[in-house]
């Protein structure tokens, strides 16, 4: 079959932009640690790029659109995620799709992971998916991707072509991918700057701004070194005849392309790093006015006389380091660190920060305080009103003697009619037998049986809850698909740890009048059992040990009550995949949140936070625990 396009644009008039009427979807992505540009959701690109028109050199904080992405914020300049708990920084890219494609449409492909939730495709997968969905091909195979996947869409399946393993895939309506007009550049994975055209006014660039004279002479100095004081080759197209004064970035080039294209000046610069070798340019070297960032574009002449390369995705994240070097003139500097601007390198005056092998500026993100001054042991006291400052978990076995029929017949009742209406376990009609007749045989109960849930009063086949309850924890427990209501207890598959707690003498932000309660949960890696979604296989524990917040006031206590009793039930932490991180296999937390941040809220897990200690109550009791639990 053929591959239809991956949404890169085709260069056009060999400077890579289509005409000014032509219309793109946007879609913002970012490069995880195995190399894949994966997607970020359509509400997300929207808000990005909302910000993007009001500030094209501002940060974006991905929690105000994304409850799951609040320790995340993109900066615009370096075109960089920042994660700002851990400090992790991943290059991000502004792709373009045609608006006929999947993100255009508002379809969205995914495929079902081990625990049981739904991972979206690669959007260039994605969009090749749709393509052949739409043209009504039967089957998709993915090698030309690099994928050894075979879609079948008549059951709906992905399977690995090696291992025959089958995955269910699922086709959904999302929202839309925000839609621009006009010039587009093939893809935007470098610093963008103000479409104003205005130089930036941080300090450095101001400093850049007023020496640009100071810069085009020492070009000019250099060249007359070079060639004897000659322009250039006055026979080639557009001779430079000139030094070529500085350029002002706006957000499409840090050259021009239409610079110098003489064949006979040799003023070469390099940009690279790590153990990739620097491309020389052959053309004299515009004296830019930079925006805040050190990582520049890729771009050359048709000509073949003009050529700018760095070497890798993004230096930013580069193991080695980065090097911008003109003749014997170069500098180091470790990636991602800031640079101060410089004065008076050699003495004589402001000098051109590029010039000197140093990148321009930076924007530096801010930091979180995460942890609370260094403390004692002896400072650490036991919380009032709780027994010991330690919990440990091993591993429990499941709870066995209480067979599915038993368990559902516990908590329902039996009706004779059915009303009109769905079963949302198997999506067929109440009155018709349940969808899983034929799969599963259980003995009293028949495929057509329905039944009510006591306390909510919602119906389901009798079949399709005891196909529920085998595919969960099995321990005894039902919860409602519709409302989540809880009957029995619920616990969860939390791998072994432990759990310490004790109080503090520091005060978090809005609750200066009293200490505050830390809880440090430790759970090392380990092998997954029956209970988890790949038994057997190893799993990781990122983070660990992980330190969370509480204000040691009466309702802190009574929610670290409650945490202890989650605790207890193995509901804190689960195994799956990480939903910032994409990992699969590893620890994850299990819809409670915590507070992480000590001394600010700048990732959304720390404070002040009025709301906090009401909300993770909530979520508590949604676990099955709640106040009503603890004993007076």
Same mark, same amino acid.
């Given at each position: ?37 994966? !997607? ?35 900066? =615009? $300049? ?13 290059? @991000? $890219?502004?792709?373009?799709?045609? &608006? ?78 925000? =839609?621009?007009?006009? *010039?587009?550049?093939? *893809? ?10 205005? &130089?930036?006014?941080?300090? $450095? ?55 110098? +294209? ?12 790590? $153990? ?9 070297? &515009? ?19 003009? %050529? ?50 140093? !990148? ?46 038993? @368990? ?24 018709? *037998? ?27 086949? =009798? ?115 990480? +939903? ?27 404070? &002040? ?12 009791? %949604? ?10």
């Amino acid at each position: 079959m053929a591959r239809p396009g991956s949404g890169l644009l085709v260069p056009m008039n060999g400077v890579g932009y289509p005409p000014q009427n032509l219309a793109r979807v946007v879609v913002w992505e970012w490069l995880n640690e195995h190399g894949r540009w994966r !997607p970020y959701s359509a509400a997300v690109c929207h808000h990005i790029e909302n910000v993007l028109k009001g500030d094209a050199r501002g940060s974006v904080v991905l929690g105000q659109v994304d409850a799951q992405l609040s320790p995340y914020i993109i900066d =615009l $300049q370096s075109m960089h995620q920042f994660r700002q708990d851990t400090g992790t920084m991943r290059p @991000v $890219q502004r792709n373009f799709y045609e &608006p006929s494609s999947a993100p255009g449409k508002g379809v969205v492909w995914e495929w079902e992971n081990d625990n049981g939730s739904w991972t979206p495709y690669d959007m260039e997968i994605c969009v090749t998916i749709q393509n052949a969905y739409e043209k009504q091909h039967p089957w998709l195979d993915l090698t030309s991707l690099g994928f050894c996947y075979l879609i079948d869409f008549n059951s709906m399946s992905q399977t690995n072509r090696q291992s025959q393993r089958k995955r269910r895939l699922r086709r959904r309506m999302d929202l839309a991918y925000p =839609l621009i007009m006009g *010039s587009i550049p093939k *893809s935007q994975s470098w610093p963008v700057g103000a479409s104003s055209g205005q &130089p930036c006014s941080c300090q $450095q660039c101001i400093l850049v701004n007023s020496t640009r004279a100071a810069s085009n002479a020492i070009l000019a100095s250099q060249r007359r070194k070079l060639y004897g004081g000659t322009a250039g080759n006055s026979g080639a197209a557009g001779g430079l005849g000139g030094v070529r004064q500085s350029n002002t970035f706006a957000g499409t080039s840090l050259w021009s392309p239409t610079s110098g +294209s003489s064949g006979a000046n040799h003023n070469n610069i390099s940009v690279g790093g790590g $153990q990739s070798k620097a491309e020389q340019v052959q053309s004299p070297l &515009p004296s830019a006015n930079f925006p805040c960032s050190p990582v520049m574009p890729s771009l050359s002449s048709s000509h073949g006389h003009h %050529a700018l390369t760095i070497n890798g995705q993004n230096n930013l994240n580069r193991p080695g380091t980065q090097r911008i070097s003109m003749g014997n003139t170069r500098g180091a500097i470790p990636p991602g660190v800031p640079a101060l601007p410089v004065k008076n390198l050699t003495g004589s005056g402001p000098v051109h920060p590029a010039l000197a092998g140093l !990148p321009v500026c930076l924007t530096r993100a801010p930091k979180p305080i995460l942890h609370p001054p260094p403390i004692n042991k002896s400072d650490m006291k036991p919380v009032p009103g709780i027994n010991g400052m330690r919990r440990k978990t091993k591993k429990k076995h499941l709870k066995r003697g209480k067979n599915p029929e038993d @368990v559902v017949r516990r908590y329902t009742e039996k009706i004779k009619v059915a009303p009109d209406e769905d079963c949302t376990i198997c999506m067929e009609r109440l009155a018709m *037998s349940s969808g899983y007749e034929g799969i599963l045989q259980h003995k009293g109960i028949k495929p057509e049986s329905v039944g009510k849930l006591g306390k909510c009063g919602h119906m389901y086949h =009798l079949l399709c809850l005891v196909a529920m309850y085998n595919n969960g924890n099995k321990d005894g427990s039902l919860q409602c698909p519709t409302c989540k209501t809880i009957y029995g207890e619920k616990t969860g598959t939390q791998p072994p740890g432990k759990m310490e707690y004790h109080v503090i003498p520091h005060s978090l932000p809005g609750y200066s009048e009293c200490k505050t309660i830390r809880i440090v949960y430790d759970i090392p890696a380990g092998i997954q059992t029956n209970e988890h979604p790949n038994p057997g296989k190893k799993f990781s524990a990122r983070g660990f040990p992980r330190h969370c917040y509480l204000p040691d006031n009466e309702k802190g206590r009574r929610v670290l009550k409650l945490l202890i009793m989650a605790w207890d039930r193995r509901l804190i932490f689960t195994i799956g995949t990480s +939903s910032t991180t994409g990992e699969s296999d590893t620890v994850v937390w299990n819809e409670i949140h915590h507070k992480t941040e000590f001394g600010s809220n700048l990732t959304g897990h720390g404070y &002040p936070d009025p709301n906090y200690l009401d909300n993770v109550l909530t979520e508590l009791s %949604a676990q099955g625990v709640g106040e009503d639990n603890l004993k007076d």
